[in-house]
């Protein structure tokens, strides 16, 4: 796999958004009443990750975040610092304002563009991978939980539940998250798609 270094978010804001999630995980932590060592047990990250991980220190990977993230009973998008809930008929956000995660060791990014986040039980994130990369498996979502992505550019492998499926630009694809997933790009060119996730209640 190559290996390719970067903060935790764009390259203009990291640093905020490094520290915003790890505040985040803090503030979810002690609201659900968990301490370091339980939030360990639930999400198989160890307490110093953990610990590093609230203070801003250490830039999770995608698969330690979602972990986290699963473990807390909380959307990636809601630690990374999704958008401020808003109202109205049209809610327009800038590209400039995304917030965008990036995997530290690899350099997969999620651009979180939905402007109103959670609006409908969904959200839509925009993911980069570059070439030869791997989000490895990922934790599963609660039942109820459906992804649909497009693949807009390059070629993405997606594996589920024993299934692996080749995409090319312009494929499609709907999977039910509730069981461990992942995505790959196993070419010497980045690739680019768009996913939706639901989440029924």
Same mark, same amino acid.
Request: aromatic share 4%.
């Given at each position: 796999?190559?290996?390719?270094?970067?903060?935790?978010? $764009?390259?203009?804001?990291?640093?905020?958004?490094?520290?915003?999630?790890?505040?985040?995980?803090?503030?979810?932590?002690?609201?659900?009443?968990?301490?370091?060592?339980?939030?360990?047990?639930?999400?198989?990250?160890? /307490?110093?990750?953990?610990?590093?991980?609230?203070? $801003?220190?250490?830039?999770?990977?995608?698969?330690?975040?979602?972990?986290?993230?699963?473990?807390?009973?909380?959307?990636?998008?809601?630690?990374?610092?999704?958008?401020?809930?808003?109202? $109205?008929?049209?809610?327009?956000? /800038?590209?400039?304002?995304?917030?965008?995660? /990036?995997?530290?060791?690899?350099?997969?990014?999620?651009?979180? !563009?939905?402007?109103?986040? $959670?609006?409908?039980?969904?959200?839509?994130?925009?993911?980069?991978?570059?070439?030869?990369?791997?989000?490895?498996?990922?934790?599963?979502?609660?039942?109820?939980? +459906?992804?649909?992505?497009? !693949?807009?550019?390059?070629?993405?492998?997606?594996?589920?539940?024993?299934? !692996?499926?080749?995409?090319?630009?312009?494929?499609?694809?709907?999977?039910?998250?509730?069981?461990?997933?992942?995505?790959?790009?196993?070419?010497?060119?980045?690739? +680019?798609?768009?996913?939706?996730?639901?989440? /029924?209640?």
């Amino acid at each position: 796999m190559t290996e390719q270094h970067g903060n935790a978010a $764009g390259p203009e804001h990291g640093d905020d958004l490094a520290g915003a999630f790890g505040g985040n995980v803090r503030r979810r932590r002690e609201e659900a009443g968990l301490t370091l060592e339980q939030l360990s047990a639930q999400s198989s990250v160890s /307490r110093a990750m953990l610990s590093k991980v609230e203070r $801003g220190e250490k830039s999770p990977t995608i698969g330690v975040a979602s972990r986290i993230a699963h473990a807390l009973d909380a959307s990636l998008s809601d630690l990374i610092g999704a958008p401020a809930a808003a109202s $109205g008929v049209a809610i327009v956000m /800038r590209k400039d304002d995304r917030p965008i995660f /990036r995997d530290p060791e690899t350099g997969f990014e999620r651009h979180m !563009v939905s402007a109103a986040p $959670g609006a409908g039980g969904a959200e839509m994130i925009i993911h980069h991978l570059p070439a030869q990369v791997s989000t490895g498996l990922l934790p599963a979502y609660p039942p109820g939980a +459906e992804k649909q992505l497009v !693949v807009l550019d390059g070629t993405l492998t997606v594996a589920i539940g024993g299934i !692996v499926e080749t995409l090319n630009a312009g494929d499609s694809l709907f999977l039910q998250a509730d069981a461990d997933h992942g995505f790959a790009n196993r070419t010497n060119t980045r690739c +680019e798609y768009i996913m939706f996730i639901s989440r /029924r209640t």
